[in-house]
């Protein structure tokens, strides 16, 4: 099994940052794709950011330029960095990735538990 552990959300006033981790334990061979999904009060989860394990990221567009998507492999840890926070940036923000627990399997997708972003003044 393979448990992923968020950490790093909060209330943050518009315009400031926030960090959030991830990090992934438990049977873990290899991690390939992992992300960043939010979903906010009455809306469905969204992507907002993903990065391979060769560290290729892709982005929603509403977070271009003011998020940033990094992953320390030796440590099996995913990190979002967020700047310039907005409003509508408030959501839960789930840490998502793809698993392979021994060499022969398949990759499973596993989620975090989700932390709570709020941007407010």
């Known amino acids: 099994q393979v448990q992923l552990v968020e950490s790093g959300g909060g209330l943050v006033q518009p315009g400031g940052s926030l960090r959030l981790s991830c990090a992934a334990s438990?049977?873990?061979?290899?991690?390939?794709?992992m992300g960043w999904y939010r979903q906010a009060p009455g809306k469905q989860r969204a992507l907002v950011a993903t990065?391979?394990?060769?560290?290729?990221?892709d982005y929603a567009d509403s977070v271009k330029g003011r998020f940033t998507i990094s992953r320390d492999n030796a440590k099996n840890t995913v990190y979002l960095q967020m700047n310039t926070l907005k409003p509508e940036d408030t959501a839960v923000y789930y840490c998502?990735?793809?698993?392979?627990?021994?060499?022969?399997?398949?990759?499973?997708?596993?989620w975090g538990q989700g932390t709570q972003v709020t941007v407010s003044s």
């Open positions: 998502n990735a793809a698993v392979r627990s021994r060499w022969y399997e398949n990759d499973n997708i596993y």
């Open positions: 990065i391979t394990s060769r560290g290729s990221t």
């Open positions: 438990g049977s873990i061979f290899s991690i390939n794709v």
